[in-house]
């Protein structure tokens, strides 16, 4: 199988984007079901109502891993999915200020790695997260969005 072209690469989605969260309407419907998949090298961060993905810095790698799925978008939808997206994650291609930027990684898919969009943290705010942020332990802010659901009675 021949990989796909840089242009064209699924998304990996670790916060609101995932199935049952915020933002996954966006997406549904226009990608193949979603897989499960890794982010090796990165850790989470808690943010204002989602999550950010910081690479560890060269110099200090990590071990713990950011949990998602992996989005293969529909080719018919996928520049528009890509627009969005972008406009969602509040991402310019080539500018500068970012909340998030849209880098292309290596995730964990099915026990093979492949290529895929990101949107880490951007400067600005890795430089903070890094500074005073609170890491998500385990990588996975779904699960932690479920353990901190209050208790409700039927």
Request: some cysteine; charged content about 20%.
């Given at each position: 199988?021949?990989?796909?072209?840089?242009s064209r690469?699924?998304?990996?989605?670790y916060?609101?984007?995932?199935?049952?969260?915020?933002?996954?309407?966006?997406?549904?419907?226009?990608?193949a079901?979603?897989?499960?998949?890794?982010?090796?090298?990165?850790?989470?961060?808690?943010?204002?109502?989602?999550?950010?993905?910081?690479?560890a810095?060269?110099?200090?790698?990590?071990?713990?891993?950011?949990?998602?799925?992996?989005?293969?978008?529909?080719?018919?939808?996928?520049d528009?999915?890509?627009a969005?997206?972008?406009?969602?994650?509040?991402?310019?291609?080539?500018?500068?200020?970012?909340l998030?930027?849209?880098?292309?990684?290596?995730?964990?898919?099915?026990?093979?790695?492949?290529d895929a969009?990101?949107?880490?943290?951007?400067?600005?705010?890795a430089?903070?997260?890094?500074?005073?942020?609170?890491?998500?332990?385990?990588?996975?802010?779904?699960?932690?969005?479920?353990?901190?659901?209050?208790?409700?009675?039927?």
């Open positions: 199988m021949t990989p796909p072209p840089p690469l699924p998304f990996f989605v916060g609101t984007l995932r199935p049952g969260q915020a933002n996954h309407p966006l997406v549904e419907g226009r990608t079901p979603p897989r499960p998949a890794v982010l090796p090298g990165a850790l989470l961060y808690a943010g204002p109502g989602y999550p950010y993905a910081v690479a810095p060269a110099a200090e790698p990590v071990t713990d891993t950011v949990h998602g799925e992996l989005l293969d978008v529909l080719p018919d939808q996928y528009t999915v890509l969005d997206l972008d406009r969602l994650e509040d991402h310019v291609p080539g500018a500068r200020g970012n998030y930027e849209r880098l292309a990684l290596r995730v964990i898919c099915d026990g093979l790695r492949c969009w990101v949107y880490l943290a951007g400067e600005g705010p430089r903070t997260l890094r500074a005073s942020g609170r890491i998500i332990p385990g990588g996975d802010w779904v699960r932690t969005q479920r353990s901190h659901r209050p208790y409700r009675r039927s």
